[in-house]
């Protein structure tokens, strides 16, 4: 079996919200974290809200809700389907962890959040990554299937940056 290996190991930071995130408290989040230059790949990670109910009075009636729908992320979107909890990021260079920690102190106003840095996307292909698309598999989507989903991950495109002068490397802002 031949492995496709991601050169680096990039840094990743994981972003615990103290409660669930609807779509549109994810959508906005989201849409604050693809403008900092140097964010690769971001893994949304919570509670899947099933298509079908699937216990008590009424088992196997379609789950209507208002949860289950479509985000804008930049210019790409997408479906949600899950109530988000964490949101993981891999990044290029470990110096926009406080970029991003100046976002979320901004943003996470009503509820709290906790940032950690950490291995959280798999480096190396798995077993379901090399079922799932092959010994020659795109180093990009690595780590990020999901083994009970039908789909492919969404590949969202952030928007090319030049040099930002406001971003400056800071290391010191993690938790935990």
Excluded: W
């Excluded at 090399?130 to 083994?147: E, L, S």
């Excluded at 789909?151 to 002068?165: D, F, T």
């Amino acid at each position: 079996m031949s492995q496709t290996v991601i050169s680096s190991h990039y840094p990743q930071i994981r972003i615990c919200s103290i409660r669930m995130m609807k779509p549109e408290t994810c959508e906005g989040l989201l849409n604050k974290l693809v403008e900092i230059p140097g964010i690769r790949r971001i893994l949304l990670h919570g509670q899947n809200i099933p298509k079908v109910i699937p216990y008590g009075p009424a088992r196997g009636i379609e789950n209507v809700t208002d949860i289950k729908r479509r985000i804008t992320v930049g210019s790409t979107s997408c479906d949600i389907r899950m109530l988000v909890g964490d949101i993981i990021l891999e990044l290029e260079d470990d110096c926009i962890i406080g970029v991003i920690k100046r976002v979320c102190d901004d943003f996470f106003v009503k509820f709290g959040f906790v940032m950690q840095e950490g291995t959280f996307i798999k480096p190396t292909p798995t077993m379901v990554d090399y079922a799932r698309y092959g010994p020659k598999a795109d180093p990009d989507i690595i780590g990020m299937t999901d083994p009970r989903s039908k789909e492919g991950p969404v590949m969202i495109k952030s928007r090319e940056h030049g040099n930002n002068p406001e971003i400056r490397c800071e290391n010191d802002a993690l938790e935990g």
